[in-house]
């Protein structure tokens, strides 16, 4: 009698939603978390606690490792026989003096001078021929950024119109340049030949390669004369100028073979491959091992590079080399690796050797140190 | 779920932080400025609102009235169809980070500074932008269906055209429109209650929605409505409602409700419905909207989550700054060497004709640096940070250590952004009640007419169930620990005696508000653990009280003690506000029945029988009394009482409170409950073996299945005490209770009056039936009475000293008889007080002083607060982990420092200083003194550190501006503090004190309304979710359910969120300086001109997406030290209190580190290549390539811990980099002007000098840190290294080595206190309970928290 008359209800109904439930979890179910092992915090981990005891063996392994890499590398960079000869004319009694002083872009006669260089060693294997110059900083933003990469890839309509990135070597004449831009326009243009002198006097004109310096990505991918396989680039290029500081339009640039004509021209490729560093070499040409085996490629002896001077740099204190060389599996001569490579090896093998005193005198008090805590 | 709410709180805080508190503070506009001029309140209109019916007879000013008032329908979320895409852009470029990509994006538009292409630039602001939107996006759509559910949710509203209730919308309720709502409906906006079904006009609302609070709160029809029950329809409902304009304050609502009999009635707090309440227990309702939608106060009271910056975050910020210098030393230089170098350039093939001047390129040339170098500055950091956080939070609230059983909660993360503020707490403050202990009140022993009963059955009992847990724990340190703390000795300096306040009543709760301190568990975990039901009674009184009934009891002495144990229990019984209920309905209220079919007796009745000595059964009753009483005591008198108790107490002023305590002191200092002459004749004691169920009616809920629930736990422990002893509270109505004594069946009890508690007056009086005069009314009994009152209460004030000594709550129980005149007065001027609208609670305090003297004392009861468990070990593990412990409470000074001993606060070693103190003269003075004294006590040897004792008063002066820097210095070299009696704004001064002055993280915990402010001030604020309401947890950084998890939660998670976040953020600074270096080094050979070596799209991605996710990873997931050494070596926390992981110095270091590696992994390749044909993008590509490796190597040295899921993301990025690049140089033939990657890395990575130089770079710029760190952890570790060693030790010499660490520990602590004068760990043998404590316990009080 009690008992109320009044209407029984649920536990349950206390939680449905409110206006205020937002934020709130009203939900009746367990709120137990989880107890697995990545909730938890218990994945099993592996620790690494660095100290002498664990670490030098990794030093001892290091050093193990690297001191023969570095002997390996060095050895190589060693074998590579590399020569360079400076032809920029600074000097009085440089061959080139007189065409490094008269020359200038605007010049229109080409001024040739021959630099005569010896060979103490031979060249065995495949002999690389590079041009480097000095002080030319290629890689300023500004240069960089100057070329149009449609209009070389064949794009048609940049190259009708290039790419405003091409200023202000995007127009002359009111007609655009093929090939635009600061990279093209300063193309290295002096001509390099080389002779071997007999010791008989007579000079042999040594075989300069002049395909296959370009990436071969450069050359089938990323440079493409624009319409595609029609040989006539006179015509394709017609209505496009040459750019300025050149003396013949890009279709002219090897006008014998047309695989190598236009912008797919391979001297044109490897410039505009801007250097990374303002002292840079390119490759020039290609001097291809003797099929017979017999002889070097250079044999030892006298020979006279023939210059056509045609590129300045004395306006900003640059210079112009030639470098001949022979090439390993890790690229030019370079002694800088391999002796790296020996010093960090044996800097950690030194280590290796504290860490072991170190350990000695101290692994043990490390093992009992919460006493000195 | 719980993700879906950090992200969005998350989200909140990332948008919302500048933009106020998003949707929830909905504007505070003022709606009723248009009101027409209805009254002459005129000039308050703008901030009233009047409301009238909507389908009422003022229809035509309705629309007038109720222009500004909100709908019902709600929107929360931010943004509708349309504005998605402006407003979420508008509120991302809130943020500053977004600005700096805005900027560099706009930058790189100026061509003459342009450094990559203009889409790469956008891209890290595009992929933010979009991340963020989506995130944003599907958060808001998940808002608006939840706003749908909400919205269309049905109501019953009264509909003017169909002139009936139908169902409709809850989005479309207005204001002024009349709801009907049934049982177990949620209320759907804030109405007043007009009718309500039940007969007394009340009815019972859940606020578990609301507040958590799952306690019923019963809600009062509007006084003296002029139309009632079926007439009331909107057609007739004439009146006009004023009242306040919304507001978030839950427990007030102020207004009054004009009658076209213009006469006014006032409304309050418990007219008012909630939105998002339940109605319980009560068939129909029927109310007026007053405040619909946002404007509710559920809505208003919807704040966002809370926004701290953390320590480390304030720290960073600095070294970000740092990184801007750097960034803009790095341009400058750029800048610098870029004019000088143009200026010596003659004119060269590969300079492009300019004009501008060196200077000026120079200037150009600084902009265009800052958009190449823009990754120096971290703003992927703040991102990660973010993220980081969440991962954090994500494992701390899945940590099943935090889950609770009982309540079924885990832990709760409401502030996301200051986790590792976890890990650098140097001050906990922290609350006693419901915080160190279990606001568990159980019934421990009493005191009735100065006889002691000292339950010893009970103390056993329990002491068995804290065996049982110590079983458990393996130790033991609660009562018994107590009880033998007095062995402890005390040298106190008290320097005013007298002032000592006689405040008495356990004070934990001052300051709360009316509805706060109600239990929010679940009623089977709060109030029905056989531990706080069952009561063993006492041998001695279960004799007197069968003694009652033997036919030999008719000495008048004896009679009189009985009288006072009747009264006593009846007192018990009545006093309070418990709700019975009965399990298996579980909202069923128990109540009396209206009209009583079985036999009840009045008190008249048993009074009456009570004159006629001797007779000691009633078989035959008088019918029940309701009709024939003449007292015309009617609902309506009850229903201002109850007015009364809702109006929300005054805040407590130290004056306030002080006055009228001192005063009471000179009667006797009686916490009372005011009963009007509870005499009843004992009936014949059947002994405690009968069954209690056969006598009650038929059809009544079995004694033992009444369930109590109570706003206070002392209330429930009373009821279940006073059931012990069968005198039962079987239920109760609004204007009766139903009691069941020994002997005599059930028994029904008008009520006159509730004076309820409140933390001013700490007293709660209950007038009941006022019926019989005569036996109180002679002169010659009140002299008897006088000499008997004072021996009782001489008898009673010991035990009570007693009591608080053994750390026990005390209540006094006193009665009071009034003469029905003396009432009569009261009332009027009670009821004047209640109505009166100026100054009410002055007046209603006023008024309840005045009845609550000259009480007559009953006796006093005793009651047990156990400790939570493992609350010793937690303060001994946080005070090894160098983390001072201060507890803040409002109890009395003996209580506090019995809990203090018994959580080992206080160590027997330590020297107790007490500051008691009466004026700031004093104060001063005592200050110094006990600084004297811990000096010279700090020379010499033996004491382990002192703790002080300061009182509320003590405080106040010590707070007080030439003070406090006294009272820091004196605490700073306690180990612990104890300030008893405090308010909660002193609390809060405290911290703030301390937080200020001192510089330290400081963290609060608690879990009342009293500790808000606490809670709020502090740098870390921690709620705890137990008995006590939510305002703690509401306001809190985090909510946990017990004390002991603040262990694991600052010990463990604290020191591992500090450290992880602390290393990913060195990281990153180290990663980001790091990699830009590489692209200023370049800048030397490429004529300061801001060329890159590499493609611009890696450059961005490279921080974007190559090395994002091992940071991420680094910062969620790394563990220095495993979570068991943590908890068992607390001293490892003090690491992060001191920052140790991020220390200035460690960033320099890591920045000079940074600079080293990029220096290596630039020149390595630059040596290597120098001199050849290398073009610009292949000699960037080793770089590049060693750059991730070294950085993603960096971070396996730096890892402490490497999962598989380390290993994935480690290898995962390292993969995703390289094929990316390959991928790239294979497919990009035009794409990526001027830095086209065509054939680039294919062609490099098939070169054995790029691995070779990759190599010897990654291990060259490792080298130093690899050997630091093995130097380091070997010549000189860290105590965290030493830990983690002992990590990988097997279980047995994991066990041995930890002894052994934690003997050293306290050895070193040892010769540390001979060598370090700061430090305080001093041993003073002795020390003494202080002889004024016992003078403080003097006053002590009655119920109600």
Redesign the interface.
């Known amino acids: 009698m009690m008992a109320s008359n009044y209407n029984a209800s649920k536990e349950e109904d206390g939680h449905q939603p409110g206006a205020m439930g937002h934020g709130g979890a009203g939900t009746v179910k367990n709120k137990k978390p989880d107890n697995t092992a990545f909730k938890q915090q218990r994945l099993p981990a592996w620790q690494p606690i660095l100290t002498a005891g664990t670490v030098l063996p990794a030093f001892f392994v290091i050093g193990l490792i690297f001191i023969p890499i570095g002997i390996g590398l060095f050895v190589t960079s060693n074998n590579i026989k590399e020569l360079e000869i400076d032809y920029t004319g600074v000097d009085m009694s440089s061959p080139c003096y007189n065409c490094s002083q008269s020359y200038s872009w605007n010049s229109t006669k080409p001024c040739t001078c021959s630099v005569p260089f010896s060979l103490d060693q031979p060249f065995e294997s495949n002999v690389f021929m590079y041009y480097g110059l000095s002080n030319f900083y290629q890689n300023h933003r500004r240069y960089v950024k100057s070329r149009d990469d449609s209009q070389l890839n064949g794009d048609k309509t940049s190259l009708k119109s290039p790419s405003k990135e091409c200023e202000p070597y995007r127009t002359s004449d009111n007609k655009p340049i093929a090939p635009c831009g600061a990279i093209a326009n300063s193309l290295f243009n002096d001509t390099l030949e080389l002779y071997y002198i007999d010791p008989n006097g007579s000079r042999t004109a040594i075989p300069l390669v002049k395909k296959g310096i370009a990436w071969w990505t450069d050359k089938h991918v990323k440079f493409r004369n624009p319409g595609g396989n029609n040989d006539n680039l006179t015509v394709v290029f017609q209505g496009t100028s040459k750019p300025v500081n050149w003396r013949k339009p890009v279709y002219e640039l090897d006008p014998l073979d047309p695989d190598n004509n236009g912008f797919i021209n391979e001297d044109f490729i490897v410039w505009m491959r801007t250097a990374a560093l303002p002292t840079f070499r390119k490759l020039y040409r290609i001097i291809h091992k003797k099929p017979n085996n017999m002889t070097p490629t250079l044999p030892r002896g006298e020979y006279i590079l023939e210059v056509t001077y045609n590129y300045p740099v004395r306006s900003f204190e640059g210079r112009k080399r030639i470098i001949l060389s022979t090439i390993s599996w890790m690229g030019g001569k370079n002694p800088f690796l391999g002796i790296a490579y020996i010093t960090v090896g044996s800097v950690c093998f030194f280590l290796g050797i504290i860490l072991l005193i170190i350990h000695h005198k101290y692994g043990n008090r490390n093992n009992s140190a919460e006493i000195h805590s | 779920?719980?993700r879906i709410?950090w992200v969005?709180?998350r989200w909140q805080q990332l948008v919302a932080t500048e933009s106020g508190r998003g949707r929830y503070s909905a504007p505070a506009a003022l709606p009723t400025k248009s009101s027409p001029v209805l009254h002459n309140t005129q000039q308050l209109t703008g901030k009233r609102r009047t409301v009238i019916a909507r389908h009422g007879p003022y229809q035509h000013e309705y629309h007038s009235i109720s222009k500004g008032c909100q709908g019902n329908g709600?929107r929360?979320t931010k943004y509708s169809l349309l504005s998605f895409i402006p407003m979420n852009l508008f509120q991302q470029f809130h943020r500053v980070a977004n600005l700096y990509f805005l900027f560099l994006v706009m930058l790189n538009w100026i061509p003459v500074v342009e450094?990559f292409q203009k889409e790469i630039t956008m891209i890290p602001l595009v992929v933010v932008l979009i991340v963020i939107a989506i995130k944003d996006a599907l958060e808001d759509y998940r808002?608006y269906r939840?706003d749908q559910?909400?919205n269309n949710n049905i109501a019953t509203v009264y509909s003017g055209k169909q002139q009936m209730y139908v169902d409709q919308c809850w989005q479309d309720v207005h204001v002024g429109d009349f709801v009907r709502l049934s049982?177990?409906e949620?209320i759907p906006a804030d109405m007043l209650l007009l009718y309500s079904s039940d007969p007394h006009g009340v009815c019972y609302i859940?606020t578990?929605?609301?507040d958590?609070e799952?306690n019923l709160k019963q809600r009062q029809v509007v006084r003296d409505l002029p139309q009632q029950g079926s007439e009331l329809t909107p057609e007739n409902f004439h009146s006009y409602i004023e009242c306040e304009n919304p507001n978030n304050d839950l427990s007030r609502f102020r207004g009054y409700m004009e009658y076209p009999s213009k006469a006014r009635v006032g409304l309050h707090n418990n007219n008012l419905l909630l939105?998002?309440?339940?109605i319980?227990?009560?068939?129909t309702v029927i109310g007026i909207v007053v405040y619909a939608g946002h404007e509710?106060k559920?809505?208003k009271?919807?704040s966002g989550p809370r926004y701290k910056r953390s320590k480390l975050e304030r720290r960073l910020n600095v070294d970000v700054l740092w990184s801007v210098v750097l960034l803009v030393i790095m341009c400058l230089t750029a800048a610098i060497g870029h004019g000088l170098w143009l200026r010596n350039?003659?004119?060269?093939?590969?300079?492009?004709?300019d004009t501008t001047s060196p200077a000026l390129s120079g200037f150009y040339l600084f902009w265009?640096m800052i958009i190449v170098l823009q990754v120096l500055i971290p703003i992927s950091l703040y991102v990660s940070i973010e993220i980081v956080k969440l991962g954090q939070i994500f494992?701390i609230?899945?940590?099943?250590d935090f889950?609770n059983?009982y309540l079924?909660?885990?832990i709760q993360c409401r502030a996301l952004n200051i986790t590792e503020d976890l890990g650098q707490i140097q001050y906990v403050f922290s609350d006693k009640t419901g915080t160190l202990t279990e606001n568990k009140m159980v019934f421990r022993r009493c005191t009735i007419a100065g006889v002691e009963y000292p339950h010893e059955e009970n103390a056993r009992r329990l002491e068995v169930y804290e065996q049982e847990e110590d079983e458990a724990k393996g130790r033991s340190h609660t009562l018994k620990s107590r009880a033998s703390a007095k062995s402890l000795s005390c040298k106190s300096l008290s320097c005013n005696r007298s002032s000592v306040s006689l405040h008495t009543l356990t004070g934990h709760s001052e300051g709360e508000g009316e509805e706060s301190p109600s239990p929010i568990l679940?009623r089977h975990s709060a109030f029905s653990s056989p531990m706080e039901k069952d009561v063993v009674p006492d041998p001695l009184l279960v004799q007197k009280l069968n003694c009652l009934s033997s036919p030999l009891f008719l000495l008048r002495d004896a009679s009189m003690e009985l009288t006072y144990i009747v009264d006593f229990f009846m007192a018990l019984a009545i006093c309070n506000t418990v709700v019975v209920s009965s399990p298996n309905?579980?909202?069923?209220?128990?109540?009396v029945?209206e009209v009583s079919?079985?036999p009840l007796k009045s008190l008249e009745d048993i009074k009456m029988l009570f004159q006629r000595f001797g007779l000691p059964r009633f078989s035959t009753l008088s019918p029940p009394h309701t009709t024939k009483s003449p007292r015309s005591f009617t609902r309506r008198l009850f229903a201002r009482g109850k007015a009364a108790s809702f109006t929300p107490s005054p805040s407590p002023t130290p004056t306030k409170r002080g006055q009228p305590h001192e005063e009471e002191g000179e009667h006797g200092s009686w916490k009372g409950e005011e009963d009007k002459m509870l005499h009843l004749n004992p009936g014949a004691w059947s002994g405690l073996e009968n069954s209690n169920g056969a006598q009650g009616?038929?059809?009544?809920?079995r004694a033992d299945e009444l369930i109590y629930e109570a706003e206070s736990p002392d209330e429930a422990a009373l009821v279940h005490m006073a059931r012990a002893y069968r005198c039962t509270l079987?239920?109760r109505s609004l204007e009766r209770l139903?009691v069941e004594l020994p002997g005599m069946g059930s028994m029904a009890v008008r009520l006159l009056h509730i004076l309820p508690f409140d933390s001013t007056r700490k007293r709660m009086s209950v007038g009941a039936d006022s019926v019989i005069m005569d036996l109180a009314e002679s002169p010659k009994g009140a002299e008897q009475s006088d000499g008997r009152q004072g021996h009782i209460r001489e008898q009673t004030q010991k035990h009570l000293d007693n009591y608080a000594r053994e750390g026990l709550r005390t209540l006094c129980i006193a009665k009071k008889v009034l003469e029905e005149e003396e009432y009569e007065v009261w009332l009027k001027r009670q009821a004047f007080a209640e109505t009166s609208i100026e100054n009410r609670e002055e007046l209603l305090l006023e008024s309840a002083q005045r009845l609550e003297t000259n009480l007559t004392l009953l006796g006093a009861t005793g009651i047990v607060d156990r400790l939570q468990e493992e609350v010793p070990e937690t303060i001994e593990a946080l005070q090894r982990a160098g983390v001072k412990v201060w507890v803040l409470t409002g109890d009395k000074q003996e209580t506090a420092i019995n809990i203090a001993c018994a959580c080992k606060l206080l160590r027997s070693t330590d020297q107790l200083l007490t500051a008691n103190c009466g004026s700031k003269e004093a104060c001063k003075a005592l200050l110094l003194e006990l600084r004297a004294e811990v000096e010279s006590g700090e020379a010499a040897e033996g004491t382990s550190g002192f703790t002080l004792v300061v009182d509320g008063r003590t405080l106040d002066f010590a707070l007080q501006e030439d003070l406090k820097g006294d009272f820091l210095e004196l605490s700073r070299r306690c180990r612990a503090v104890i300030c008893c009696r405090s308010t909660p704004l002193q609390k809060s001064q405290v911290v703030r004190l301390v937080r200020d002055q001192l510089r330290v993280m400081t963290l609060a915990i608690g879990d009342g309304a009293n500790d808000v402010s606490m809670i709020q001030v502090a740098d870390v604020g921690i709620g705890i979710s137990g008995q006590e309401g939510m305002q703690a947890v509401m306001s809190s950084d985090f909510a946990i359910s017990r004390f002991k998890h603040l262990r694991k939660l600052l010990l463990v998670h604290g020191h591992w969120c500090y450290t992880r976040l602390a290393n990913m953020i060195l990281y990153f600074f180290y990663k980001n300086v790091m990699y830009v270096n590489l692209l200023f080094w370049y800048q030397f050979?490429?004529?300061f001109?801001?060329?890159v070596?590499t493609n611009s799209w890696v450059l961005i991605f490279f921080n974007l997406l190559f090395t994002s996710a091992p940071p991420l990873l680094y910062g969620i997931?790394d563990?220095d030290v495993s979570?068991d050494t943590l908890i068992k070596l607390p001293e490892l926390y003090k690491s992060g209190q001191y920052s140790k992981a991020y220390l200035p110095s460690t960033f320099w270091l890591t920045m000079l580190d940074a600079l080293y590696q990029s220096l290596v992994c630039f020149f390595?390749p630059?040596?290597?290549?120098?001199?050849?044909?290398?073009?610009?993008l292949?000699?960037?590509s080793p770089i590049n390539a060693s750059a991730l490796l070294i950085i993603l190597l960096h971070q396996?040295?730096e890892?402490?811990?490497?999962?598989?899921?380390h290993a994935l993301v480690l290898v995962g990025s390292a993969l995703f980099y390289f094929s990316f690049t390959l991928v790239f140089s294979v497919v990009c033939?035009?794409c990526s002007?001027?830095?086209?990657p065509?054939?680039v890395d294919?062609?490099q990575m098939s070169?054995?000098?790029f691995y070779?130089?990759c190599a010897?770079t990654t291990?060259?710029a490792l080298?130093p840190r690899?050997?630091f760190?093995?130097?380091r952890?070997?010549?000189s570790?860290s105590?965290t290294?030493?830990a983690?060693?002992?990590?990988?030790f097997n279980p047995d010499d994991y066990c041995r080595?930890m002894q052994?660490?934690n003997q050293?520990?306290a050895q070193?602590k040892a010769r540390g206190l001979v060598i370090n004068v700061e430090d305080s760990d001093i041993k003073i043998p002795d020390f003494i309970l202080p002889k004024e404590l016992k003078e403080c316990s003097a006053a002590t009080g009655s119920v109600l928290s």
């Open positions: 779920m719980e709410h969005r709180h709600i929360t450094a808002r939840f559910k909400v049982c177990n949620i859940e578990a929605n609301l958590g799952t939105r998002s309440c339940t319980r227990n009560t068939e509710t559920a809505m009271n919807n350039q003659k004119e060269a093939s590969f300079l492009i004709p265009t494992f609230q899945n940590d099943i889950y059983e079924d909660s885990r679940p309905q579980p909202r069923h209220v128990v109540q029945p079919c079985t009616p038929p059809g009544e809920p079987q239920g139903l050979f490429c004529g001109s801001g060329s070596m997931l563990k979570a390595v630059y040596l290597a290549y120098a001199g050849s044909d290398v073009d610009m292949s000699f960037g396996v040295i890892s402490h811990t490497l999962t598989w899921l033939v035009t002007p001027p830095t086209n065509l054939g294919k062609l070169q054995p000098l070779g130089v010897l291990v060259l080298l690899f050997l760190h093995a130097l952890n070997s010549i570790p105590d290294l030493k983690a060693l002992m990590d990988q080595k052994r660490w050293t520990q070193s």
